[in-house]
């Protein structure tokens, strides 16, 4: 049976980790692997979680299990971070799933069931794994266009173009904020934009919320889509813990339904259960608990608040002053729109044998689109891309 198996092709991000790991150079940078870095290049965990592990050991009686959706405590905490007064609890569905990518399949897994002749459509780019997993599980689907490499921008009238061929009841995937691989959001009007055309054309948003609290602040980064929660009657929602609680290794993630109303959010409730029975039954507890215990204690959650705006002033700051060396060593403004995007990653208008270069010449790692994870800079390898950068000829 083994023996028939195909050669998988390889992840191209997981390639890249282990090409890091094997270069013996000691100026070589990673700017591939998607996780948040401090100035010292350590991924921390942070303050407030330490403190919650410390006092759940002190209190925790049992390993258990909890029920098939998690606890109901993180379904209700993260889900009002999420949502704020945009949808009552009543309208919500929600599982507790292993990471935000759980959270993507099982929703996807859910598509399947409620309707199984929807199309998906993703954006062109987005993160890989979207378009992986959908192929994995036959769900038919499209792209449709989200970036303008002219401007650094979201191309709103290619977008708008595109999704007019929506048919009522396909899905729209869609990046909360803090957009991977281009850090380019859409803005508040755009969103207004983008309820509307799914409203008039009977669509369903599936918002992956990755990076809550790293691009404007964890209310301002979830305008958009509690604006489509308030518009909508359905909406799925995929959220991680993984970068703005740092709970990488803990796989911390929620998928909450949207219901136009309690009695379909039950029905909606019961078939999420079901799905988490048949993949993996009940989903870890640890990482969840953790968040639940830093978001319903204030003093834990003042000092969560105060690390997140930490991390995100930083990547701000990293942004900016990355696009003044550039446009110092390169005499050219062309740069200056990596200070205007989000989050931790942008798209380098690089060509694949420019990033070959970098990583051959100058020990820099990243992926072979051009997607660099700016959070993995320091101050002091700040002038190091940027020389590189301008040495590969960009």
């Not at 993630?253 to 219901?259: H, M, Q």
């Not at 700051?317 to 989050?343: M, P, W, Y």
């Given at each position: 049976m083994l023996g028939?198996?195909?050669?998988?092709?390889?992840d191209k991000i997981l390639s890249?980790?282990?090409?890091?790991?094997?270069?013996?150079?000691?100026?070589?940078?990673?700017?591939g692997v998607?996780?948040?870095?401090?100035?010292?290049?350590?991924?921390?965990?942070?303050?407030?979680?330490?403190?919650?592990?410390?006092?759940?050991?002190?209190?925790?009686?049992?390993?258990?299990?909890t029920g098939l959706a998690g606890d109901p405590a993180f379904a209700a905490a993260l889900g009002d971070l999420v949502l704020g007064d945009a949808a009552g609890r009543d309208r919500r569905a929600a599982i507790a799933t292993p990471g935000g990518t759980?959270?993507?399949?099982?929703?996807?897994?859910?598509?399947?069931?409620?309707?199984?002749?929807a199309t998906v459509w993703v954006p062109e780019p987005s993160w890989p794994n979207h378009l992986s997993i959908l192929a994995h599980?036959?769900?038919?689907?499209?792209?449709?266009?989200?970036?303008?490499?002219?401007?650094?921008?979201?191309?709103?009238?290619?977008?708008?173009?595109?999704?007019?061929?929506?048919?009522?009841?396909?899905?729209?995937?869609?990046h909360g904020c803090c957009h991977n691989p281009t850090g380019a959001d859409p803005d508040m009007a755009l969103w207004e934009k983008i309820a509307d055309l799914l409203s008039e054309r009977g669509a369903i948003p599936m918002v992956d919320l990755a990076y809550q609290g790293f691009g404007d602040g964890l209310d301002a980064d979830v305008a958009g889509l509690r604006h489509l929660a308030r518009q909508l009657p359905e909406m799925l929602i995929a959220t991680s813990c993984s970068k703005n609680f740092g709970l990488y290794r803990e796989r911390?993630?929620?998928?909450?339904?949207?219901?136009?109303?309690?009695a379909t959010a039950r029905r909606a409730q019961g078939t999420l259960e079901h799905l988490n029975r048949q993949n993996y039954s009940f989903p870890p507890d640890h990482g969840a608990r953790l968040v639940t215990m830093v978001l319903t204690d204030r003093p834990l959650r003042n000092a969560w608040?105060?690390?997140?705006?930490?991390?995100?002033?930083?990547?701000?700051?990293?942004?900016?002053?990355?696009?003044?060396?550039?446009?110092?060593?390169?005499?050219?403004?062309?740069?200056?729109?990596?200070?205007?995007?989000?989050?931790?990653?942008?798209?380098?208008?690089?060509?694949p044998d420019q990033v070959a270069t970098m990583r051959r010449g100058h020990g820099i790692y990243m992926v072979g689109d051009g997607r660099v994870n700016l959070a993995g800079l320091t101050t002091k390898t700040v002038p190091q891309l940027a020389r590189a950068m301008v040495a590969a000829g960009f």
């Open positions: 028939r198996l195909a050669e998988q092709p390889a890249l980790m282990q090409d890091f790991a094997a270069d013996p150079r000691g100026d070589k940078l990673d700017l998607g996780v948040y870095r401090d100035d010292a290049g350590i991924t921390p965990v942070m303050g407030a979680i330490k403190q919650a592990e410390l006092a759940l050991w002190e209190v925790q009686k049992s390993k258990s299990y759980g959270a993507v399949r099982q929703g996807l897994e859910l598509v399947g069931l409620a309707a199984p002749e599980l036959g769900r038919p689907h499209r792209t449709y266009r989200y970036y303008d490499p002219a401007t650094g921008a979201v191309d709103a009238d290619g977008m708008a173009a595109d999704l007019a061929g929506l048919a009522k009841g396909d899905v729209v995937l869609l911390v993630g929620l998928l909450v339904a949207l219901a136009p109303d309690a608040q105060q690390e997140l705006a930490h991390m995100r002033d930083r990547i701000r700051d990293l942004r900016g002053t990355l696009a003044e060396e550039l446009r110092r060593q390169t005499n050219s403004d062309r740069f200056d729109v990596l200070a205007a995007q989000k989050g931790m990653f942008s798209r380098l208008p690089a060509t």
